[in-house]
């Protein structure tokens, strides 16, 4: 296993009592992710002006990136989590946001937060929105390969139909 600073709070986090079903001994990308969503709140006044219209699509980027999140989240119910590893009895979702995202939790975050970070008109949430896609880009890899391992060609099939984060079906 990596060592680094994530992957060692991601393993003390793991061992606390009740912990296990949100974040895992091999983690650290759940550690990494939250990282990235909280510098988005990076502190400090808006160094630039936002036009109107830019500010309106911002603004609809928050809410249909919230909209579209929340709906692949509540497709899991109890079994949702943020590991990688999926749990034992989820089932592999293809319907619903499921049916346009192979990843439709992370389409909407991104989709969301780069609303949120345009509307912060500073650098710094720009940046870590642009750190948040390499980590959900990496977490999304790391979650496929073992959806691919548990589902074989099913999985397969969903992924060679299915875009990664938005978009239309192929």
């Excluded at 990235?36 to 911002?58: K, Q, S």
């Excluded at 499921?98 to 992370?106: C, D, E, F, L």
């Excluded at 139909?161 to 978009?167: I, Q, S």
């Amino acid at each position: 296993m990596p060592s680094s600073p994530a992957h060692a709070l991601a393993a003390a986090l793991a061992r606390r009592p009740g912990w296990g079903r949100w974040i895992g001994p091999d983690d650290a990308v759940v550690v990494a992710q939250a990282a990235c969503l909280a510098a988005l709140a990076w502190p400090g006044r808006p160094r630039w002006r936002l036009g109107p219209g830019a500010a309106a699509a911002a603004g609809t980027a928050m809410v249909a990136g919230a909209t579209f999140a929340v709906a692949a989240g509540s497709a899991h119910g109890t079994r949702l989590t943020p590991r990688v590893e999926p749990p034992d009895d989820a089932p592999l979702l293809t319907t619903g946001p499921y049916a346009v995202s192979r990843n439709p939790i992370y389409g909407g975050l991104l989709l969301g937060t780069s609303g949120w970070a345009v509307l912060r008109r500073r650098p710094e949430p720009l940046l870590a929105w642009g750190a948040l896609l390499a980590v959900l880009t990496r977490k999304a890899v790391r979650e496929e390969r073992r959806l691919a391992a548990r589902y074989g060609p099913t999985f397969e099939a969903y992924r060679a139909r299915t875009p990664r984060f938005l978009g239309l079906p192929r």
